[in-house]
């Protein structure tokens, strides 16, 4: 069964960049057929998706975060487990929310629905 | 844009309890529904509107379509105390999430 853990600094500077990853455990981000995505919520914005990233490294970002966003894949031949990252320039405290990897699900250049979720990481812009 | 009603919802176990998920616009069967409990990410409980994700209990039940959903526990157990998330697909460029229902102990 997938398993995802996000990992990466809990407080940011404001202005600087935000860079989390995501390690993938019992699965490949290389894998065909699933989107892997950013998802973040504030406590009174809710739930806001990021961006994706799927197989062939292509990337679909939300137009709000598109100028600030960039996300990749890594994956190590010599471990099991893979990763993609997410990085945010420019941040400020309207950045701050817990931030989730997803898996998500779909066809084609279509993701869907988020079937898997890394349990969070509390992120805090602030000086 | 995806409006859920009611904001807060107070049931006692057993009882059914029925939340409502309304589009801005035609999507079809888009949608899924998520279940997040306190300090838990989101859990997938349904999409395509009416298909239940695996392990979800039979309680759960989604309807609707073009702009009208209905996500329905059955009979409210105490471990579905939660808050619940709708989330539309159709613009898969840029897919949105309503803004939860929580299920609260009457």
């Known amino acids: 069964q997938v398993q995802l853990q996000e990992s990466g600094p809990g407080l940011v500077k404001p202005s600087q960049t935000l860079s989390l990853t995501c390690t993938v455990s019992?699965?490949?981000?290389?894998?065909?057929?699933?989107?892997w995505s950013w998802v973040r919520q504030h406590p009174v914005r809710g739930l806001e998706w990021i961006g994706y990233?799927?197989?062939?490294?292509?990337?679909?970002?939300?137009?709000s975060l598109e100028s600030r966003l960039s996300m990749s894949v890594d994956t190590s031949k010599e471990t099991s487990k893979s990763r993609f990252s997410l990085s945010l320039s420019s941040v400020t405290a309207a950045d701050s929310a817990t931030y989730y990897c997803?898996?998500?699900?779909?066809?084609?250049?279509?993701?869907?629905?988020?079937?898997?979720w890394g349990q969070g990481v509390v992120v805090t812009v602030s000086s | 844009v995806m409006t859920q009603s009611p904001d807060t919802l107070s049931v006692s176990p057993g009882e059914r309890a029925t939340l409502s998920c309304r589009a801005s616009?035609?999507?079809?069967?888009?949608l899924a529904w998520y279940q997040q409990k306190p300090g838990q990410p989101p859990r997938l409980l349904i999409y395509?509107?009416?298909t239940r994700a695996a392990g979800v209990p039979a309680r759960f039940s989604g309807s609707g379509s073009g702009t009208e959903f209905t996500l329905t526990i059955s009979s409210l157990q105490s471990e579905d105390f939660a808050i619940y998330y709708c989330?539309?697909?159709?613009?898969?460029?840029?897919?949105?999430f309503g803004g939860g229902t929580k299920v609260e102990a009457k």
């Open positions: 997803a898996r998500g699900s779909g066809s084609g250049s279509y993701m869907w629905y988020f079937d898997t």
């Open positions: 019992g699965g490949s981000v290389s894998t065909s057929g699933y989107y």
């Open positions: 990233i799927y197989f062939g490294g292509s990337t679909y970002y939300n137009p």
């Open positions: 616009q035609r999507i079809y069967s888009d």
């Open positions: 395509g509107a009416s």
């Open positions: 989330q539309q697909y159709n613009d898969w460029l840029l897919v949105t």
